[in-house]
């Protein structure tokens, strides 16, 4: 093991402090997600079911009105906010981020859809009412 630095700045020879420094050499491999494995046939698959839904710009949600779209925005945007602490951490373990800043990604990210939803809505906007 050789001497290391003890809390005094000198070395360090008790028997107990080399248990402890061992079992704090003892990691715990912690799982922090998984890479998802797409195969082709399951990519084409997604493509296919894409198309089918754009339907040529006949599908329902092409030819939805835009305040159907809002509401299907708020609706998404409610069960999001459910799952702020999940995704706040999902942000702090896969790329990093402190809960602070974690926090603020996801609050202002939410801010933002709010906002273009309250343009959207403004009475000025002649296209709230109507379909696109």
Same mark, same amino acid.
């Given at each position: 093991?050789?001497v290391r630095a003890g809390a005094g700045g000198g070395g360090c020879d008790d028997a107990d402090d080399d248990d402890d420094y061992a079992?704090?050499?003892?990691?715990?491999?912690?799982?922090?997600?998984?890479?998802?494995?797409?195969?082709?046939?399951?990519? &084409?698959?997604? &493509?296919?079911?894409?198309?089918?839904?754009?339907?040529?710009?006949?599908?329902?949600?092409?030819?939805?009105?835009?305040?159907? $779209?809002?509401?299907?925005?708020? $609706?998404? &945007?409610?069960?999001?906010?459910?799952?702020?602490?999940?995704?706040?951490?999902?942000?702090?373990?896969?790329?990093?981020?402190?809960?602070?800043?974690?926090?603020?990604?996801?609050? $202002?990210?939410?801010?933002?859809?709010?906002?273009?939803?309250?343009? &959207?809505?403004?009475?000025?906007?002649?296209?709230?009412?109507?379909?696109?």
């Amino acid at each position: 093991w050789g001497v290391r630095a003890g809390a005094g700045g000198g070395g360090c020879d008790d028997a107990d402090d080399d248990d402890d420094y061992a079992d704090a050499l003892r990691l715990e491999r912690k799982l922090l997600g998984r890479v998802p494995q797409q195969t082709e046939s399951r990519a &084409l698959s997604v &493509l296919s079911a894409a198309v089918e839904a754009w339907d040529g710009g006949s599908g329902p949600w092409p030819q939805a009105s835009l305040s159907d $779209r809002i509401e299907a925005v708020e $609706r998404f &945007l409610s069960e999001l906010t459910a799952v702020r602490e999940e995704a706040v951490a999902t942000l702090m373990w896969e790329i990093g981020k402190n809960r602070s800043d974690a926090e603020s990604e996801f609050d $202002r990210t939410v801010g933002f859809v709010r906002e273009c939803v309250e343009v &959207l809505r403004d009475p000025e906007n002649g296209e709230y009412n109507d379909r696109w």
